[in-house]
């Protein structure tokens, strides 16, 4: 009778586990083939387009300083650190999250999370490898990146974060044996850490700005003016959600400095390197447009029944050109590049026109710019004055579209205004 | 079984170095119970520390003695309704309930009554329901299991006046076996046992 009833209870254990890992293959595996699929068209264009120009010197730079090699494999931690908001959104969505609620005994539902997090390690992995690690630590450590940040992901309490973090470095450091990935989990925990701290802070932050928000629509401003104000001053309130996205290019901006000074990269590799880490920063942009999107929901075009639509476009393109330039404008002492200027203006234009595509989505609009990015390293094998007539005819084609857009919304939410009259 | 109970002790919950919950003392047995408070009181933090979706700051959830956040006898013991809703856009609701139910170990499905009572198709997908048929899916699912105790938030949230009906019966009916705790903006028709208000800040 007891052997019956320990093995009816282990079959409902088992059926129960199978249903959580069925429910977490349904609502995350489409979001990670998606971005898989971005993952492979990315690295292949990176991997053909830019063998000759960019990994060329790259390898060369890695023979000759250990130092660099170093800073490369932290950029690369650091990169995975900070796109943990992404992989956050792609593996943990609200419906994942709820299943902490349920009374699993079996399994807990962050850890089932783990193939599909080990899959999205692969590019990791790729790139230690290329950069001449030991194929096995690269794979290792790659898998051990991702099994720390499902960890985090996974656990209830920051104690067991950071525990489970602290445990990881451990065990790669016990395992590895090489410098440079005991150095990368030295540092990825510090980095996870840092929010924390920043925590305390960030109180007397929001409280300074909460407080300057009042002033922005000031009567001597024009309407631009008091938008573009009050945008910056809610992005600066929602920190939070849109920082860790300028890291990437950020590191990119780093690492193209540090291929400059070691004399391995100049003239046409430094311009297509900076066309690269400029379209990189359309996820910053996104992720900047994203958070106004969440803060404004629907009237994001219009926030006030006054503004009119192209100029309200006007701020929103204003705000979300800023990443890129700022890219643009840090790389611009290592290169002369002709179409920087044109080129932002697509970035943001892109990350604009993905936003207002849905913005009762805002969530997606990160991973739809993100589906963008590989077309532009199109432009990679186009000469200059080519590549500056097809900017040129695309960035009229985005303006268009965002304007048909713009108005589109714009009258959806007038209607909506009218019906609230009529009531 | 022994009579559901479901208690709050010196509970307080804190989002990072954000809004701060508590301290709590609550005790609730079989009835229904309200749970009122101004915008940004914290009572639907309030509610995920009592299924045990957040452990609290400091002091304690007891579910028929046990702690949600850490027992998982507790958290079968408890079916909640957020508001907003976290239900799963890529399935039906009958899809849905099926997996909680194997969540929960319980029969598969038997929400055809509760369903055609509130006018809920059980094949609808939950991505292109409604608000207020999202809010219906909702209390569908915290039933599973028929749980001890029942949580909702808002339960009268965007569903039409003759699933209110509906709702009220569903909840009169639950109060003789079942500590219900829900929060509301709106007037109450019907009668609640205990009112707890949740102080401002």
Not at chain 1, 89 to 103: D, E, V
Not at chain 1, 341 to 365: C, E, G, T
Request: with cysteine; charged share 15%.
């Amino acid at each position: 009778m007891r052997k019956a009833s320990v093995a009816g209870l282990q079959f409902a254990s088992a059926a129960q586990a199978f249903a959580v890992v069925r429910f977490v293959a349904l609502a995350v595996g489409p979001r990670v083939n998606r971005l898989m699929i971005v993952q492979v068209v990315g690295l292949t264009l990176f991997a053909g387009v830019l063998t000759e120009r960019l990994i060329t010197p790259f390898l060369m730079a890695i023979e000759e300083s250990v130092h660099f090699r170093l800073v490369v494999l932290l950029c690369i931690s650091l990169a995975f650190v900070t796109s943990s908001a992404v992989l956050s959104r792609t593996l943990l969505p609200p419906a994942i999250a709820s299943l902490r609620r349920q009374p699993l005994r079996v399994v807990n539902p962050g850890f089932a999370l783990m193939p599909w997090a080990m899959i999205l390690s692969w590019p990791f992995a790729f790139i230690l490898w290329i950069g001449g690690s030991d194929q096995t630590v690269a794979i290792c450590t790659g898998w051990l990146a991702s099994a720390v940040a499902v960890a985090s992901l996974a656990c209830r309490s920051r104690h067991w974060q950071v525990i489970a973090i602290l445990s990881g470095s451990l065990i790669v450091v016990l395992v590895a044996a090489t410098a440079q990935t005991v150095l990368v989990f030295v540092v990825a925990p510090l980095v996870l850490v840092t929010p924390l701290f920043i925590g305390y802070i960030s109180r007397t932050f929001t409280a300074y700005h909460r407080n300057q928000r009042t002033t922005a629509a000031r009567a001597d401003n024009s309407i631009l003016q008091a938008l573009l104000h009050i945008d910056y001053q809610v992005l600066a309130m929602s920190w939070r959600q849109w920082l860790p996205s300028i890291m990437q290019p950020l590191a990119g901006v780093a690492f193209m400095a540090i291929v400059w000074l070691n004399e391995n990269c100049r003239d046409e590799c430094q311009d297509n390197g900076s066309l690269i880490v400029v379209s990189l920063a359309v996820l910053s942009s996104a992720a900047i447009l994203s958070s106004l999107v969440t803060i404004w929901g629907a009237r994001v075009i219009a926030p006030d029944r006054v503004v009119p639509t192209r100029l309200r476009l006007a701020s929103l393109f204003l705000v979300a050109s800023t990443p890129p330039a700022l890219m643009a404008f840090l790389l611009l002492p290592l290169s002369g590049y002709s179409s920087s200027f044109l080129q932002v203006s697509i970035v943001a234009a892109v990350a604009l026109l993905v936003s207002l595509w849905n913005p009762d989505r805002a969530s997606k609009v990160g991973l739809a710019a993100l589906c963008l990015f590989p077309c532009t390293t199109i432009f990679l094998m186009l000469e200059w004055w080519s590549r500056s007539i097809v900017m040129i005819v695309v960035l009229v084609i985005l303006l268009i579209a965002i304007d048909w857009r713009g108005k589109l919304l714009r009258r959806r939410l007038q209607r909506a205004w009218r019906g609230a009259s009529a009531l | 079984m022994s009579t559901p109970e479901l208690s709050a002790t010196d509970l307080t919950f804190r989002y990072g170095a954000g809004p701060f919950l508590g301290p709590l003392n609550l005790s609730l047995g079989v009835g229904l119970h309200e749970l009122r408070g101004v915008n940004g009181t914290g009572k639907s933090t309030l509610m995920k520390c009592m299924c045990g979706e957040f452990e609290p700051t400091s002091g304690s959830v007891r579910v028929c003695g046990h702690d949600p956040a850490k027992s998982v006898t507790a958290r079968s013991m408890v079916g909640f309704a957020p508001f907003p809703d976290d239900l799963p856009d890529f399935l039906t609701v009958k899809q849905y309930y099926r997996y909680i139910a194997a969540f929960r170990q319980c029969p598969s499905w038997s929400g055809d009554a509760i369903c055609q009572q509130l006018s809920l198709p059980p094949d609808l997908s939950i991505g292109h329901a409604s608000a207020g048929q999202r809010r219906k899916a909702g209390i569908l699912i915290s039933l599973v299991g028929d749980p001890p105790v029942v949580l909702l938030d808002e339960p009268w949230a965007a569903i039409d006046r003759a699933s209110v009906e509906v709702v009220n019966n569903m909840m009169e009916s639950l109060r003789k076996r079942c500590v219900v705790l829900f929060t509301t903006h709106q007037k109450v028709a019907v009668d609640v046992d205990s009112i707890h208000a949740i102080g401002e800040r």
